[in-house]
């Protein structure tokens, strides 16, 4: 059982699984985060892909691991590879798109192998539930209202909702994104706030 309460504090590896849709702004979030404008060309074409950078954050040196997962990823082929994986991660960040219906309700099926795998290793799992505002034009895709996005919450229990709006994602705004992810790292116990 891993007991993150407990962690030293000068430990530098953290790790976090990044989930959702190809077309719902999680690689721009991603790019955000790790303060990295380009990555190499086939770095967001994998559906299980680990993207490490050391970044200072609260003064500190951290080793940052952010695992990239597409939600349309085939499960059944790599099931107790991805099983094993959540078992490693401190915190997981949920990414769907406030016009797309469908990028949060295929949020809905990792979201249970979360608990479920967490449950089994006796893990409290930090889930944050991220929108964006990236599809210019609807296509043919159902909005999501605000109501839409309490009921999922409210039935799928998070460490915390955040949205980001389009502008942050495309002018990509590293002051907001640094201080989101030292927002997570703190909230997921790294310097021992909650």
Known sequence: MINYQNINLEISKYQIMV?????????SVIKGLLRQKEFSQSAFQL??????????????KVNLHLWDINTNFQ??????????????????ILVFDVNNEESLRNLTKWYRIILET????????????????????????KTLSKRDIDEWIEDNEVTKYIEIQRDIIYNMNYPYFKKLLTSILNHISIYGEN
């Open 47 to 60: 559906p299980f892909q680990n993207l490490p950078k050391e970044l200072t954050v609260n003064k500190k």
């Open 75 to 92: 499960l059944q082929e790599h099931f107790s590879l991805i099983k094993q994986t959540i078992q490693l991660q401190q915190g997981f």
């Open 118 to 141: 967490t449950l089994l290793e006796d893990i409290n799992p930090k889930i944050y539930l991220l929108s964006t505002d990236c599809y210019h034009y609807n296509n043919g895709y």
């Open 19 to 27: 989930i959702g849709d190809n077309l719902d702004g999680k690689s």
